[in-house]
């Protein structure tokens, strides 16, 4: 079911937003949500979409190896955030600051999900994949969370 409810997703939304949970599974291979998220990777590969995140994903990303001190993870993980052309890193802006702020007073979202939210927004995405269903509130983009289709 979640596969093919993915590439439906996918079909629907040319262009998505990823959240850093997304990236988190796939790098750190996790056994329940790899699959998916290989498939989107997969899509970006092939240029069967594009994706944007916001740079805060880069920090969520680095903070276990930062924390390890595994240099060579941070390298490792650096090497992998460059390989998907199709991949958009947005750090932000005036303009999705002033939406995030928005959002998180309308919304009562915290600042990082407000900012990918903003983000993704800001870009024109029509998707949003994540596995955090407090993104299901809002209307402007749809929102895919992982659970739902597991």
């Given at each position: 079911?979640?596969?093919?409810?993915?590439?439906k997703?996918?079909?629907?939304?040319?262009?998505?937003?990823?959240?850093?949970?997304i990236?988190?599974y796939?790098?750190?291979?996790?056994?329940?949500?790899?699959?998916?998220?290989?498939?989107?990777?997969?899509?970006?590969?092939?240029?069967?979409?594009?994706?944007?995140?916001?740079t805060?994903?880069?920090?969520?990303?680095l903070?276990?190896?930062?924390?390890a001190?595994?240099?060579?993870r941070?390298?490792?993980?650096?090497?992998?955030?460059?390989?998907?052309?199709?991949?958009?890193?947005?750090?932000?802006?005036?303009?999705?600051?002033?939406?995030?702020?928005?959002?998180?007073?309308?919304?009562?979202?915290?600042?990082?999900?407000?900012?990918?939210?903003?983000?993704?927004?800001?870009?024109?995405?029509?998707g949003?994949?994540?596995?955090?269903?407090?993104?299901?509130?809002?209307?402007?983009?749809?929102?895919?969370?992982?659970?739902?289709?597991?």
């Amino acid at each position: 079911m979640g596969l093919e409810a993915i590439r439906k997703f996918l079909k629907r939304n040319s262009r998505i937003a990823l959240d850093s949970n997304i990236f988190i599974y796939q790098f750190e291979e996790n056994i329940r949500y790899q699959p998916l998220t290989h498939l989107v990777f997969e899509a970006l590969e092939h240029g069967e979409i594009s994706a944007v995140t916001s740079t805060i994903t880069v920090t969520e990303l680095l903070v276990p190896a930062y924390r390890a001190q595994d240099g060579a993870r941070v390298d490792e993980l650096y090497g992998l955030l460059a390989t998907h052309p199709l991949l958009e890193w947005i750090a932000p802006d005036l303009e999705i600051a002033d939406l995030a702020a928005e959002l998180r007073t309308g919304y009562n979202l915290r600042t990082p999900d407000a900012l990918q939210a903003a983000t993704a927004i800001q870009s024109k995405a029509t998707g949003f994949l994540t596995n955090d269903l407090q993104f299901e509130r809002l209307g402007h983009f749809e929102t895919l969370v992982l659970d739902r289709i597991l």
